[in-house]
């Protein structure tokens, strides 16, 4: 999940994905809605309007949410401008929407969310137009009815937050009722767009063109080939399983839809690092059967998502080979989510050092080089470490890939198929 609010107190059939065309999607209403995503404190962020009169909403997008939450002024069992929306917070008004409508499903809380750890997530649910970014359009791509969370919680912000909601983007299981999907999702349902979305970032290229000057481009009904080549596209099922609820996506009541694939091997440069866990080490796995699965990769573009990921028992091993050291440090640095502290290579050395490579599916392997393993921003003069361990016998089998894994990759959501398609960036774009 992308988002960890800053509360004081409370907070899984190959298909064939090739066309002439460089935007790819089928004949449908409305042409593919590039989307530039700006890096906000959170993870990508960018502005979706709802309601009549429109309200300019400023949304975290995260692909491991399921909906649209919008921060409403209800908090404390009351609606309450003053008492639950602080001085500059983007909030969305419902009582000022004509067109809002109570939707008959049940509220839902959430325990265990990224959004208000160690608190409940209360969401109620209504219907809106909703009205996605779409180029030059000032009104944007609309949609009537679109089935939103409200926020219900039993606290107001105890600061302001940099954005107003949640666009979620998991993909929807059979079975699923509406208050499980997706705003794209439902204008696709809708007949607006392809039940595709394309994804990349431009941290790891020669600039940010391709982001139209921001930080990301998510394209929703279809994906970019002047970015990534056809032939390299390869698509993955995704992991529906019950081992997913641990960590830090163990959630009451439980999930399993999220964008995945199987994680089948690891190499350090050219040394094989065994990902299996002997069952012994888990006293208390989830489902007995977790321990013995091929480990889960969960796709995040958020915070959850930063730092390479790295075996526990292999983490050694690494800090060896890079010859890394130990940095004490006071600062709460925004690195990564691990709990490896901070190590730190010589600078001079990055360009020898070895890639890690990480293979889906048995059949597909991500490089992540030592440019983009190494962090150079967050503490000037240091050249970080930039690996998060993942220990099995405390997260379970699944773990984020994010940004740095991503940094050189072109993913493709498909919701028909329920597979994530993964293709390296074109090289000439490479940084």
């Known amino acids: 999940m992308g988002l960890i ?93 004509s067109t809002l ?75 699923f009722n509406a208050t499980y999907y997706p705003a794209a999702y439902q204008f696709m349902e809708a007949g607006q767009l392809d039940r595709i979305v394309g994804w990349h970032m431009c941290a790891g290229l020669k600039n940010k063109d391709t982001c139209q000057g921001q930080d990301y481009l998510t394209i929703y009904g279809g994906t970019d080939t002047s970015i990534y080549r056809p032939s390299q596209m390869q698509d993955h099922d995704i992991v529906v399983s019950p081992c997913i609820n641990a960590g830090n996506l163990q959630l009451t009541p439980a999930r399993s839809n999220y964008w995945s694939a199987s994680w089948t091997g690891f190499w350090i440069g050219n040394k094989s690092i065994p990902l299996s866990t002997p069952t012994t080490a888990m006293p208390d796995p989830p489902v007995p059967s977790c321990s013995s699965i091929n480990p889960i990769a969960i796709f995040d573009e958020g915070g959850l998502g930063r730092g390479a990921p790295v075996p526990l028992a292999a983490f050694s091993t690494l800090t060896s080979v890079t010859k890394a050291t130990v940095i004490n440090s006071t600062s709460a640095l925004p690195l990564n989510e691990g709990k490896q502290g901070l190590w730190a290579v010589d600078c001079n050395a990055i360009r020898s050092l070895p890639d890690l490579v990480y293979e889906l599916s048995g059949k597909q392997k991500i490089t992540v080089t030592p440019q983009m393993y190494i962090d150079r921003d967050v503490m000037p003069g240091k050249c970080l470490l930039n690996a998060r361990t993942w220990d099995r016998t405390t997260a379970g089998a699944q773990t984020f890939f994010g940004q740095t894994v991503l940094a050189r990759t072109y993913l493709k959501y498909d919701f028909e198929g329920l597979k994530v398609g993964i293709a390296p960036v074109r090289r000439e774009l490479w940084k």
């Open 5 to 97: 609010l800053s509360f004081a107190a409370v907070l899984s059939v190959l298909t064939t994905f090739t066309s002439a065309s460089v935007i790819q999607a089928r004949a449908v209403k409305a042409s593919p809605l590039r989307i530039p995503m700006r890096q906000l404190s959170h993870g990508p962020a960018f502005n979706i309007k709802v309601g009549n009169p429109p309200q300019d909403m400023t949304v975290l997008d995260d692909w491991t949410w399921h909906s649209t939450w919008l921060y409403t002024p209800h908090c404390k069992g009351h609606y309450s401008i003053p008492d639950c929306v602080l001085p500059g917070q983007n909030f969305f008004d419902s009582m000022k929407s």
């Open 101 to 175: 409508k109570n939707a008959s499903d049940a509220d839902q809380t959430f325990l265990g969310t990224d959004y208000t750890p160690g608190a409940p997530f209360t969401v109620s649910f209504a219907t809106d137009e909703m009205c996605l970014p779409n180029g030059k359009n000032p009104k944007g791509l609309c949609q009537k009815n679109v089935e939103v969370e409200l926020s219900n919680l039993a606290f107001e912000f105890p600061t302001v937050q940099d954005i107003g909601g949640i666009i979620g983007l998991a993909p929807v299981l059979p079975g």
